[in-house]
Structure formats: structure tokens, C-alpha cells
């Protein structure tokens, strides 16, 4: 049997995905939160899981380091999906990736106005293309974390960033002004994995398909 390396992130996406892959029969022995080891066996002689971090899910997996991963659409649509194939949304760690700005700044009026605008954010592609599709004028600045102190310290007009409950966004007194797009996690397979490992493979995926809440 050929050996199975699964690529998860810990936090939101490993605990959502448990439930999935016991639906094909795939129990982690250890948790990411409590244990330090980066290679974790399963109940499965043939089966393991690796913790990386979320924005390289789909470098593991697009490289064969990984035969399959659980990514946001976040961090695809950074990533480009070179390699993946990527037949599953999960329906996993919801959230939107919106725009955010101080609560009193007038961004539609600032955007009508034609004001160039500095923005905060990880998400480079995502924010680059959104706002040449609006036509606004935007400097971006690369960030690695707390997107939303950029406003308050004087460092960005708006950010872009993920929301999910909105109370980090509420504690640093901000507002969503425009949502670019609804997030969820996608499982991503390997192409090349997906041909020579078909028989391990194929079970698992159709399992975790079975398994996916609406
Ligand atoms: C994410 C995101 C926001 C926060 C939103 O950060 O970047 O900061 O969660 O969640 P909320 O709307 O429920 O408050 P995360 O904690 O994942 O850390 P990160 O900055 O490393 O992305």
C-alpha cells in the first residue's frame, strides 16, 4: 500500500477537517495544539499527517511532499494552484475576505473622489486584482499579521484581510466597507499522486466527498 502524507494547518482548518477524514477512517494520534512533532501518525499503518503552515498547504502538495492537503481559498488563489487538482470545496473554516477601514473614514467617498489609497495586507493578488477591477488607485503594503493595526498606527488607509466573528475588527474600532469574496477550505491533491496513487487515494477522497456537510 503506497504511503498516504496529508498537508493540514493547525487551529480552525485541522480541527474542521478531523470529522472528515474519521469519515474515511483516518484518526491523527496526536494534536497539533498539545504536541511540537511536525510529522503526526494516524490509526492507519499507510497514513500520516504533516503540520505546515496554512500559506504552504499548496507548496507541500504541488511538489509531492504531500499527496493531499486541506487550503483556504485564501491561500489558493495567492498561490496559484499550480499542480493542485483541486476537486472538493470542504465547506470548511468559513469566512470573507473583505475591505476594512477606521470607523469614520469615508471610503465610498474617498473611491468616488478617485483618491489613491494605501492598503494593508497579506493577501497581495487577491487585493491587486479586486481593486484594478473597481478602477481605485491603490498602493499596496506587504504584510505577515495583525492587518488591522495598520490603520491606527498611521501605516494604511484600509486593509484587506479575513473576517470571520468581526471582533477583531470591532476591538480596533474598524469597519468592513466591501467584501471581495466568500472563503472556505478546498482539499487539493497532487495530479501526479492522484495517477500513481490512485488506489490509496481514491477511497480516501470519495469518503471525505461523503462527508461534507452542505
Ligand atoms: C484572522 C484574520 C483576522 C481575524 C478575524 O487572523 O487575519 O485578524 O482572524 O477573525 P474575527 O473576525 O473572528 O475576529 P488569525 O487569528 O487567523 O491570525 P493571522 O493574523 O496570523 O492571520
Known amino acids: 500500500m503506497s504511503t498516504i502524507t496529508i498537508a493540514l494547518s493547525k487551529g480552525r482548518i485541522f480541527e474542521e477537517t478531523l470529522p ?3 469519515a474515511a477512517g483516518i484518526v491523527p494520534l496526536e494534536d497539533p495544539e498539545t504536541s511540537r512533532k511536525l510529522i503526526i501518525p494516524t490509526n492507519q ?7 505546515v503552515r496554512a500559506s504552504d498547504v499548496p507548496t507541500y502538495v504541488q511538489y509531492g511532499a504531500a499527496d493531499l492537503g ?8 495567492e498561490h496559484g494552484g499550480a499542480g493542485l487538482y483541486q476537486p472538493l470545496d470542504l465547506n470548511i473554516a468559513k469566512c470573507r475576505m473583505m475591505v476594512a477601514v477606521p470607523a469614520g473614514f469615508d471610503y465610498d ?10 492598503v494593508a495586507t497579506k493577501y497581495l493578488k487577491v487585493a491587486r486584482e479586486h481593486f484594478a477591477a473597481k478602477g481605485v488607485h491603490v498602493d499596496l503594503i506587504k504584510l505577515y499579521g495583525s492587518m488591522e493595526l495598520a490603520p491606527l498606527a ?3 488607509d484600509a486593509i484587506v484581510d479575513l473576517v470571520s466573528s468581526g471582533g477583531t475588527l470591532k476591538a480596533n474600532n474598524l469597519v468592513a466597507v466591501e467584501e471581495i469574496m466568500a472563503i472556505s477550505s478546498r482539499l487539493v491533491v497532487n495530479q501526479a499522486a492522484l495517477k500513481l496513487k490512485r488506489e490509496a487515494l481514491e477511497p480516501i477522497l470519495a469518503a471525505i466527498a461523503g462527508a461534507v456537510k452542505e
Open 20 to 22: 472528515l477524514l474519521a
Open 70 to 77: 486541506v487550503a483556504g481559498k485564501d491561500v489558493l488563489f
Open 154 to 156: 498611521g501605516l494604511a
Open 109 to 118: 467617498n474617498a473611491v468616488r473622489q478617485g483618491a489613491r489609497l494605501k
Open 45 to 51: 499503518d499507510n497514513v500520516r499527517v504533516v503540520i
